[in-house]
Each structure stands twice: as structure tokens, then as C-alpha cells.
């Protein structure tokens, strides 16, 4: 089940982490016993701290780590969204006859505002320009091999460090640690999984010696063995690929638009926001 909320990503970023938005949906949007109604449920919309408390604890489950300041407003524009759809769904009676209500009711009420869309024309030159915006999601990333001497709990940078140079022939130190090893490991996937700074100094370190990065998990001692270069692909070897991206990103921006013009008849109302 999709939601208009979110632009929806590209097929070869499977695992880019507004994907997660997407898989967690259904849990957050999904529980009514999260949403307190107001004493007039037909034009206010409250979101309450409990609302965003529990999107939060669920983001952090899935992602290891709290969301950040956008990523809170996104998961909160994802609620109201739905609240949008479910409650034009119920004064449709789209809920008569249907055990699992709720989410059955906004799957309805979307399916309802996609039957009225229709995909504007897409000729080469506007699928040529769209897949120039977007072209690191068609070219072959660069790619890196390397080794991780994974220590055993959270190393503190001293423990960390004294441990790279151990493993580089300075010193000695009792470090519990497996070692991982890495070939060909595409660096957008880096970025994902560890973070952009990290995958920036990786890339960066001289090839052979054991390291010190941080990143968003926590302190890591790596060692690069080596750099693969990305490669740009053509137009037209991908053009049946962008065309699906295209048409799908371009009617997910054009559900959202819709739900959001419905919802211009409702009042929102969340901690520190009121409109």
C-alpha cells in the first residue's frame, strides 16, 4: 500500500531510507488509538505529542537512530495525510462492510483520488531533462573495497584509536573484534549505511592502513584496499527504466497534491503548530 506523502524513490535506491517512511505506514497511520479527536472531528485535525512520540520510537526502531527535524515533520505530514484520507473516506461511507476500517477505508479514499489522475505527456525531451536531475540514480556508483575490525560493544575514540594502531604494528591492545570484509561496496550504499561523512573520508584514507571513522552508528577501524570509478550511462540505454521512474515519481507528486487540497478544508492542529 503506497501513500501520497512522500515523493516516491527510485527503483535503484531500494534501500534509500525514505523507503522506510513507506514500510512503516501502515503501523503508524494504521493504530486509531494514536489520534485523540477533537469535539469537532469534520474541520479540526490534532495531532497529538503521543502521535509524534510513537512515530518517533518506530522510525528509531527501524532505522537505529531518532529522526531528524525534517524527518519528524515528514512523519507527521504523513499522519495528517492519512487522517485527510480516512476521514473523507468515512463521509463517503467507505467504511460500510469493511472489518479492518482504517486503513482499508484510506486505501480506498487514495485509490479514489488516483481513478481522477491522469499523467501528463511525456516526451523524450522532458524524460531526457528528469533523468539529467537525477542521473546518480542511474550510474554505475564508484566503488570501494575494504576491510572492518568490527570491536566488540561501543568503543569509545581512545579504545578505537589504540586499536588501529595495534593493527597498523604500534602497540598492542585487547580488543574482542571480527573482522568484516568488503569488495565492491557501492558508495551511495555506504551513505545509506553509514552516513555521508563517513563515506567521504573513507574514500579519502590512504590504501593499506587501519583507521579511525565515525559515523552515525558509532567509531569504526577500517582499512581501504582499494577504489572502483562510477560510470555514467546513456539515455538511451536506460530510457524504458527512467519512463517508469518518471511516471511514477510524477503521479505520486500529483496523489499528494490532491490530498493536500483536501485537507485545505481541515484545521490542523499539533504541538507548536496551528493552521
Known amino acids: 500500500m503506497s501513500f501520497p506523502a512522500l515523493p516516491l524513490s527510485l527503483r535503484g535506491l531500494a ?10 505506514g501502515a503501523l503508524i497511520f494504521g493504530a486509531d488509538w494514536l ?16 502521535v509524534d ?19 519528524r515533520a515528514t512523519l507527521r505530514q504523513r499522519w495528517v ?8 473516506g468515512l463521509a463517503l461511507r467507505m467504511d460500510q462492510g469493511d472489518p479492518t476500517i482504517r486503513e482499508r477505508v484510506i486505501f480506498k479514499a487514495l485509490s479514489m483520488i488516483e481513478a481522477g489522475l491522469t499523467l501528463p505527456p511525456a516526451s523524450d525531451a522532458t524524460l531526457r531533462a528528469w533523468f539529467e536531475g537525477h542521473r546518480a540514480a542511474y550510474d554505475a556508483p564508484q566503488r ?7 570491536m566488540q560493544g561501543r568503543p569509545d575514540p581512545a579504545t578505537a584509536a589504540q586499536f588501529a594502531a595495534a593493527l597498523n604494528g604500534r602497540g598492542a ?16 550504499s555506504l551513505e545509506l549505511g553509514y552516513g555521508a561523512p563517513f563515506a567521504a573520508s ?5 590504501a593499506g592502513s587501519w583507521q579511525v571513522l565515525r559515523s552515525s552508528q558509532g567509531y569504526h577501524v577500517v582499512r581501504l584496499e582499494g577504489l572502483h570509478a562510477g560510470e555514467p550511462v546513456r539515455f538511451e540505454d536506460v ?24 485537507g485545505r478544508k481541515y484545521t490542523v492542529q499539533a504541538p507548536g503548530v496551528r493552521s
Open 15 to 24: 534501500r534509500e531510507p525514505l523507503l522506510h517512511f513507506l514500510l512503516l
Open 173 to 188: 591492545a585487547s580488543v574482542e573484534s571480527d573482522l568484516r570484509v568488503f569488495k565492491g561496496r557501492p558508495r551511495n
Open 202 to 206: 573513507l574514500v579519502a584514507l590512504p
Open 81 to 88: 495525510d492519512n487522517e485527510v484520507l480516512y476521514r473523507e
Open 239 to 262: 530510457r524504458g527504466r527512467v519512463l517508469q521512474d518518471w511516471k511514477d515519481q510524477t503521479l505520486q507528486a500529483m496523489r499528494t497534491r490532491a490530498v493536500r487540497e483536501l
Open 144 to 150: 570501494v573495497d575494504f576491510l572492518e575490525a568490527v
Open 35 to 50: 489520534h485523540t479527536r477533537g469535539a469537532d472531528p469534520a474541520a479540526r485535525i490534532e495531532v497529538t505529542e503521543q
Open 53 to 71: 512520540t510513537e512515530a518517533a520510537r518506530l522510525f528509531a526502531a527501524s532505522m537505529g537512530r531518532a529522526p531528524t527535524v525534517q524527518e
